[in-house]
């Protein structure tokens, strides 16, 4: 057995341990089939008696520690070292859609670097009108807008393409988080460096990079630039963390999170794309023949089970069971989602907790009533496009093994009679 | 007027300020400085701050990138993707090693440093000879061989089309087999304890 089942049989242990008052052995915890009375209602708790904390006790809080589950994690054979990797949201236990900044994925090339406001510093230049220098209070002063939107490394899911690999929905679908940005427009930017230089927009370019070693630089087109791009500050309502690119990153909705280029320093307007080793070495989708796709921008409709997952095993025993999960789309509105029980041979349409929104998580439901039988979970989500999340096998058959980047397939969970569940493939 | 929005915010940079950061080169050699190093020189730098990662004969040591090796590999069930096997153009190797290289000194490199370490790539790609002298002149002498490899994004034609409409909802096929198991290759770190 290895150390992860035992660590899915030691958390049942531990669960079935504090509800012993439900009765041993008693899988189904209903307080009603208790046949003595709980001491948790009958004797008073010292919480019910005592004093909690003061309001001084914390000036900014982490998760009540019974939460230390909830946390990135990283895997070690994945990358060389740790300032050139990448870590994972643990969207098993999360719900809803705004991933909290603390948990919330980093990726970085050379590191999570510390730049101070007063030390920051953003340059326009290239083919603008007046080549720009603005500091981060300038920055505040233009008008601003609010907009949820999901991040998605172009590697998320990579891991899975020759097999299935990692046990669990954070390793699996984890390089991800969603987020409100406050920020300005990168067009009213643009704009106030003036583009009559530049002439006709159509087929210009913009190049940006970070203030990092690594600088992550990459072209993106003039009409994304102009269109929805947003230079934020802000995210879930204060500053950007550290490791998210404190104090300004760049949010390119329902494109590969790489382009969300963090600690952003300098956009340069160009007629022709860089080119960088993030463009070309990176970032490129290598398909069976050798040849290999190249701006691959936008991040396909895609859906994964958090619950249960392996992660999530169910603990309750048989009876009401909410399946849910996450879908999202870089190409639009997620307009529906699908569950199947049986692998994909029968579907049933899940409850979306909220209308999807443009290039932003969805939270999924489907309320079931479970009989203790083996599933082989998967959802499968539909955009406002109309495009329909494909199986590993469509995407394999356009692409082969060795495309790294934007695997959005159905994924499987097998979860089995006692509750836990598997990362499989299936025919 | 000294600014050119509509807000005044910001201000103009200066000369000197566009020249520190704006290095960035592009494929038609746009921002190439002038300089020239030969692969006898990069191998010394190479060895001297390189080589404890990338090997040094630019192999690779262990899970760091190897820059040199891996030709006609791309359509093998393994690809070994690298500067001479996978690289379009050479202008992104003087470009990402004068920005971002050596990894945690970067940008200490001088112009003709670059010049030789890109030379030094070059060599242990079989890609020049020894004797071959690389400058901002003679930078284009050089082909890579996978300069055509890349395509831009087709999904729109290969893709988007097949996947697209009402999806099958009941009885979509006749059999389903678990046909991997994650927990075969048992790779997924140790959950007890903080990552």
Known sequence: MSD??????????????????????????????????????????????????????????????????????????????????????????????????????????????????????????????????????????????????????????????????????????????NMEYTGVPLRTLLEEAGLDTAGDLAGKWVFVEGADASSNGRSIPMEKALDDVLVAFKANGEALRKEHGYPVRLVVPGWEGNMWVKWIRRIEVMDAPVESREETSKYTDTLEDGTSRKWTWAMDAKSVVTSPSPQAPIKHGTGPLVITGLAWSGRGAITRVDVSKDGGKNWETARLAKPG??????????????????????????????????????????????????????????VRSNGEAENVEVS | PAFAGKFGLGRPALPEEISAWDGDITPDGTGLPVGSGDALDGEEIFAEKCASCHGDFAEGLGNWPKLAGGADTLNHEDPLKTV???????????????????????????????????????????????????????????????????????????????????????????????????????????QGGAA
């Open chain 1, 4 to 177: 992860k089942d035992n660590n899915i049989v030691s958390s049942r242990r531990a669960f079935l341990g504090g509800a012993v008052a439900a009765g041993a052995g008693a899988l189904t915890a209903n307080a009603a089939n208790a046949q003595t009375p709980d001491p948790l209602i009958t004797e008073i708790q010292p919480w019910a008696q005592e004093f909690g904390d003061g309001v001084d006790a914390v000036r900014y809080g982490l998760p009540i520690e019974h939460e230390g589950d909830v946390i990135r994690r990283n895997v070690e054979w994945l990358t060389a070292d740790t300032v050139s990797s990448i870590n994972f949201t643990p969207i098993h236990a999360l719900d809803g859609t705004i991933t909290p900044q603390g948990c919330a994925f980093e990726r970085h090339h050379s590191g999570a670097i510390d730049l101070k406001k007063e030390d920051y510093r953003l340059m326009i230049n290239g083919l603008v009108d007046t080549p720009l220098v603005f500091s981060y209070a300038d920055l505040e002063r233009f008008p601003r807008e609010n907009h949820v939107y999901f991040c998605e490394c172009a590697a998320n899911t990579g891991m899975e393409w020759a097999g299935a690999q990692l046990n669990g929905a954070q390793f699996t679908h984890g390089m991800i988080h």
């Open chain 1, 357 to 414: 929104e443009k290039m932003a998580l969805t939270r999924f439901y489907l309320d079931t009533d479970w009989d203790g039988s083996e599933m082989m979970l998967q959802s499968r989500a539909m955009d406002d496009t109309g495009y329909v999340q494909p199986t590993k096998t469509q995407l394999r058959e356009v692409r082969g093994l060795n495309s790294i980047y934007h695997n959005n397939c159905i994924q499987t969970w097998l």
């Open chain 2, 84 to 190: 001479g096997s996978y690289w379009p153009y050479l202008t992104t190797t003087f470009d990402y090693i004068k920005r971002s290289m050596p990894y945690g000194d970067a940008g200490s490199l001088t112009d003709d440093e670059v010049y030789a370490m890109v030379a030094y790539i070059l060599y242990s790609n079989d890609l020049i000879e020894d004797d071959f002298v690389l400058s901002n002149e003679t930078f284009f002498d050089v082909e890579m061989p996978n300069a055509n490899g890349f395509i831009v994004d087709n999904r729109a034609e290969t893709e988007y089309a097949q996947w697209t409409g009402e999806p099958c909802m009941q009885d979509c096929k006749d059999v389903v087999e678990v046909t991997m198991r994650a927990l075969v290759l048992d790779v997924t770190p140790d």
